[in-house]
């Protein structure tokens, strides 16, 4: 970054500064970052114009990163990037108000390069991300909220900022500005509408412990991290998940609840939260823990189904604007990364034939169609309203299994051969077989 | 006659962020962004202005670790034509009489590299522009050291500079005083310590920022300045902090009311009190 150091003449020193770009890359998150060291490296003049004061700034995640599409745009970046915990462990947890059945997937392989995944702060791992996109050639441009596109015969012909004379003009725009996607829109590309049943509202804590003492509670290695997550009461039966992530010397711990289902159930997010943390074996793991860091965040969660058109003339969207989240693996960052590049590549493609039009640029659809991103929320395109429509896997399913449990463990004076009569009976008093031969059926059209 | 001028700039902690040791009662600084000091921007704006109307070359200087780069860049973006960052283990520590040291010999190293290149009026440095005070250390004291060591006049607490005459090389500015406001005048060169009175700083241009996102922060160290070591930093500071205390909050002062009372019978309750509390009051025609 100190490349002035010493230098004597100001005057021209500085690159002179381009009225104009081949590309506007609109937010400085994964996939705009992505899309912008990879054109910024392949030698192509490109700004990447991000609201907060620097990239990561408005980010909120705590969570997890995957090492294989991190290093297909950033190749090794765990020798360089600021990332908390090398991820050795997965647990799943169904937990009732006050027990829990645990799921854990540990790997030595996981504890060794290239590493599965890392915990993160996306606030200081975009800050990373933006200082190579940077080093790469491009331009950076920060707190400057982009407001419109600016259109010449119908296409896209560039940006519209808040700033004075904050017009600025190139031959393709790459949408990567987030949840709230105005430009998406803007552009006609959206196909939802902007609504409570498909997006997930996350809340999270950040708790700050000795990292010695978050290795003892989480039985961990030196180094080494664990993302739990967990279903059940504990997101008071509606459809969301509770998340805990080691890092460092701080836990990320949190809840992530169809917004929806908060609208409709008059409740917070933070008093799920609340009551999560009060969850014994939870409390456990985060007691004498200080509170750091309080924060909430949308997920775009309509998966597929809402996906806007990806590309128009002169226009490519990508990450969370083009609603890549999966979230039945809790994957979003990955896909943002990778469509990003995608974007990229597309245009360099495009590039070589001087055509930045509708039809030269379906080659990102027809890219994205064959890599994982598209592949994946395919796979999971009902997966939302399943989930929405099935409050029962959140609620009663976890709690029958915890009971189910408890008797089978318990030890009184009845017989092993009346045990196995009274779980049944438990078991169909709560559930009937035509039920669950329903709830499974609809579970694998929906996810499978 | 264009106008050669320096603002020097400070990195502080986002106070709206910082807490205070309740135990040892200092700056709890870790995580804490760091920002420009507040009055450093208005005084950046002013310089701006007056360029904006008589054409000149304005340098932001500052002082501070490598991260102080950032905010320097973002005063280039604002418009600054060049910026110096003044980084080395040396100047750690230092307090003001060591911190205007450097800063004055980073400012004649800056005025004689702008005779060399003939820029602004010729002279050198025309004026050096800061903050009133920083809001971390609040001392109010690097101002009016740059202008004693520079040996050029001074004018502090200024509210609004309202005229540079560069034929006479005299400015005139309106100066804040506690009971009012002064109008000064100075000869140049000229130190100038700006209030929060001064405009705010401008809204940059996109054109600004992108030109500014790859102009180079020049860094330079100890050994690029005519300075001796032993002046420097905590080396050459006298000052040393014995204390430091969180001060009492204040206490709530007792506020009267009465509904439905008449103001005769609010202001007898008040007498009263007051008298309570042992306060003699005469009362006029008693």
């Known amino acids: 970054m100190n490349s002035g150091k010493n230098k004597p003449a100001p005057a021209g020193a500085a690159e002179s500064a381009p009225a104009r770009f081949d590309v506007i890359v609109v937010g400085g998150g994964p996939a705009g970052l992505a899309a912008t060291f990879t054109l910024a490296r392949a030698g192509v003049s490109v700004a990447c114009l991000e609201r907060g004061s620097w990239s990561g700034s408005k980010n909120m995640m705590g969570g997890v990163i995957y090492s294989h599409p991190t290093s297909r745009v950033f190749p090794q970046f765990w020798r360089e990037a600021p990332l908390e915990r090398h991820v050795t462990r997965r647990d799943m947890w169904f937990a009732t108000t006050d027990s829990a059945i645990k799921a854990s997937f540990e790997s030595a392989d996981f504890g060794v390069e290239p590493y599965n995944s890392f915990t993160v702060y996306r606030a200081r791992f975009d800050k990373w991300l933006a200082a190579q996109a940077t080093a790469a050639g491009a331009w950076m441009i920060t707190e400057t909220l982009v ?302 | 006659m264009p106008i050669n001028s320096v603002v020097c700039i400070k990195q502080v902690p986002d106070t709206s962020q910082v807490r205070i040791d309740p135990e040892t009662g200092s700056l709890v600084r870790q995580g804490i962004p760091s920002v420009a000091n507040p009055y450093d921007l208005y005084a950046l704006e002013t310089a701006l202005s007056i360029r904006d109307r008589h054409g000149g070359f304005i340098t932001a200087l500052s002082m501070g670790p490598p991260q102080a780069e950032e905010v320097l860049r973002k005063t280039l973006g604002y418009g600054a034509d060049r910026a110096v960052l003044l980084s080395d283990r040396a100047f750690a520590g230092a307090d003001t009489l060591a911190t205007t040291y450097a800063l004055a010999a980073a400012v004649e190293k800056i005025a004689a590299g702008s005779l060399v290149a003939n820029i602004g009026s010729g002279k050198g440095v025309d004026i050096v522009f800061c903050g009133k005070q920083s809001i971390d250390g609040d001392t109010g004291q690097v101002g009016p050291g740059l202008a004693r060591r520079l040996s050029f006049s001074q004018l502090t607490y200024v509210c609004s500079l309202l005229e540079v005459d560069l034929k006479a090389m005299r400015v005139k500015a309106w100066r804040q005083r506690e009971d009012g406001r002064e109008l000064l005048q100075a000869q140049m060169p000229v130190a100038v310590t700006v209030t929060e009175q001064c405009s705010s700083i401008r809204y940059a241009s996109l054109p600004g920022l992108i030109a500014a996102a790859k102009k180079p922060v020049e860094v330079w160290s100890a050994a690029d300045l005519n300075v001796e070591r032993g002046r420097l930093g905590l080396k050459g500071s006298p000052t040393r902090v014995s204390k430091i205390f969180a001060p009492p909050a204040r206490q709530r002062g007792e506020a009267l009311s009465g509904p439905g009372k008449s103001a005769g019978e609010m202001a007898a309750s008040l007498f009263d009190r007051l008298a309570d509390r042992g306060l003699k009051i005469g009362r006029r025609g008693g």
């Open chain 1, 147 to 448: 407001e419109d596109l600016l259109r010449e015969d119908g296409r896209v012909a560039g940006i519209r900022s808040g700033r004075p004379q904050g017009d600025l003009e190139a031959d393709v725009v790459i949408i990567a500005e987030g949840v709230n996607s105005f430009l998406t829109e803007r552009a006609g590309l959206a196909s939802c509408p902007p609504q409570a049943a498909n997006v997930a509202l996350a809340v999270k804590e950040v708790l700050a412990l000795p990292k010695e003492k978050i290795e003892d509670r989480f039985d961990l290695e030196p180094g080494a991290g664990a993302a739990i997550e967990i279903i059940g009461e504990i997101t008071g039966g509606l459809p969301g998940t509770g998340f805990i992530y080691t890092n460092r010397d701080t836990i990320s711990i949190g809840v992530g609840v169809l917004l929806n289902s908060l609208v409709d159930n008059v409740t917070e997010a933070y008093t799920i939260l609340d009551k999560f943390k009060q969850q014994p074996q939870l409390r456990r793991l985060i007691q004498g823990a200080s509170p750091r860091e309080y924060s909430a965040h949308l997920i775009p969660e309509g998966g597929y189904r809402c996906m806007p058109q990806l590309y128009g003339d002169g226009v490519l969207v990508a990450g969370d604007a083009a609603g890549m989240v999966n979230p039945i693996n809790s994957e979003g960052a990955n896909l943002a990364l990778l469509s990003g590049q995608m974007a990229a590549e597309t245009v360099l493609a495009c590039r070589q034939q001087g055509r930045f039009d509708r039809a030269a640029l379906a080659l990102y659809q027809r890219r994205l169609e064959r890599s994982v991103v598209i592949q994946d929320l395919k796979k999971y395109e009902n997966a939302t309203p399943f989930l929405a429509s099935h409050p029962q896997l959140f609620g009663l399913y976890p709690e029958l299994m915890a009971a189910l449990a408890r008797e089978f463990l318990t030890v009184d004076n009845l017989s092993k051969a009346n045990k196995e009569k009274l779980l049944l009976k438990l078991f169909r008093s709560q559930v009937p077989a035509r039920r669950l031969l329903k709830d499974l059926y609809d579970a694998w059209r929906s996810l499978t």
